[in-house]
């Protein structure tokens, strides 16, 4: 069974400074993951996936993500925040036969002048 | 191009009240339907998913059914909404694609209260 751990529910960071979130999976297969991003009252936007070929994955926005088998770890990194960045942050993984997405409970992105 | 549709984007429902929830999908045939729920603290959950017309799986027994009339369009709905029905609601639509990966469109979502 596929499933998703969000290590940190909140991440606090000063605007400039880098970012980082964390995320673990089990998979009983090849997964393939995701992050998402969730701004107030909006709908979910595909930050960058992880489909099975480059493990450094660079996404939108300045984000990026890199797979690694050995840790079962897919964390979202960013060298500098903005504010604009603050909002909540998802990470998935694909599960299920029927291509079913399988969330993390989030972690919330607090960003300071 | 590929979108979705999803309305209304607020609804405010006394308890026991019916609910329906609609999401239409354009630019793709056949997609798998899905509608996820995020409650107040709490994750994303998938709710139901429709490979077809007709076709509805239920991930999670609850006060929620889900149809799907046409090929692109998927209805969320209620007979009794339950204070514990309010959440953030989310249709989506994916295309599988060998060896997974299939890309997911979201909709802009409905924040449901119910009061």
């Known amino acids: 069974a596929q499933s998703v751990t969000q290590l940190d529910s909140h991440v606090s960071v000063s605007e400039g400074t880098p970012v980082l979130l964390r995320c673990n999976y089990s998979s009983s297969y090849s997964p393939s993951l995701f992050w998402y991003v969730q701004h107030p009252n909006k709908g979910l936007q595909l930050l960058l996936k992880y489909t099975s070929a480059a493990t450094l994955v660079k996404g939108i926005n300045g984000f990026e993500a890199e797979f690694k088998k050995s840790e079962t770890s897919f964390h979202l990194t960013k060298p500098s925040a903005h504010m604009s960045d603050a909002a909540e942050y998802f990470c998935v993984v694909t599960g299920g036969s029927q291509g079913n997405l399988i969330f993390g409970k989030g972690t919330k992105l607090s960003v300071k002048p | 191009s590929q979108t979705i549709h999803q309305w209304p984007a607020t609804l405010v429902q006394p308890v026991g009240s019916p609910l329906s929830l609609e999401c239409t999908v354009e630019?793709?045939?056949?997609?798998?339907l899905y509608w996820y729920r995020q409650a107040a603290g709490r994750g994303l959950q998938l709710l139901f998913y429709?490979?077809?017309?007709?076709?509805i799986s239920s991930e999670v027994p609850q006060n929620l059914s889900a149809s799907r009339p046409q090929d692109r369009q998927f209805i969320l709905s209620s007979k009794k909404l339950l204070l514990s029905d309010s959440g953030f609601y989310l249709c989506a639509w994916s295309v599988l694609q060998a060896g997974g990966g299939g890309g997911y469109t979201f909709g802009s979502g409905t924040r449901l209260t119910v009061v």
């Open positions: 630019g793709t045939s056949n997609p798998n």
């Open positions: 429709s490979v077809g017309i007709g076709q």
